[in-house]
Nanobody, 119 residues
Framework: QVQLVESGGGLVQAGDSLRLSCAAS????????MGWFRQAPGKEREFVAS????????YYADSVKGRFTISRDNAKNTVFLQMNSLKPEDTAVYYC????????????WGQGTQVTVSS
């Protein structure tokens, strides 16, 4: 059974940093793409960043490019999202997700972790 468990959210001030973690288990993710998404109150869920587990290619939403960094630790089967220079508009529930490299849709999701950035 695949499990994605996020952690690391919290309440910070604008300009601060946070690092989210996503512990993945239940299968081998070497042929998977791992993604971070977020959903703010009253808004649709949006893509934040993704990484191809094998090879490490990364992709970012324009809104976070230059501030957020996605990475993975193969030994710990964990994906990270380092978030710097946080802004109030980054406030959202952040979700970790996974899909195979051949799939167009993410079909494994974590439960989410709240990030709140105060001004």
């Amino acid at each position: 059974q695949v499990q994605l468990v996020e952690s690391g959210g919290g309440l910070v001030q604008a300009g601060d940093s946070l690092r989210l973690s996503c512990a993945a288990s239940g299968r081998t993710f070497s042929t998977y793409v791992m993604g971070w998404f977020r959903q703010a109150p009253g808004k649709e869920r949006e893509f934040v960043a993704s990484i191809i587990w094998s090879g490490g290619s990364t992709y970012y939403a324009d809104s976070v490019k230059g501030r957020f960094t996605i990475s993975r630790d193969n030994a710990k089967n964990t994906v990270f999202l380092q978030m710097n220079s946080l802004k109030p508009e980054d406030t959202a529930v952040y979700y970790c997700a996974a899909r195979s490299v051949t799939s167009g849709k993410y079909y494994y999701w974590g439960q989410g972790t709240q990030v709140t950035v105060s001004s």
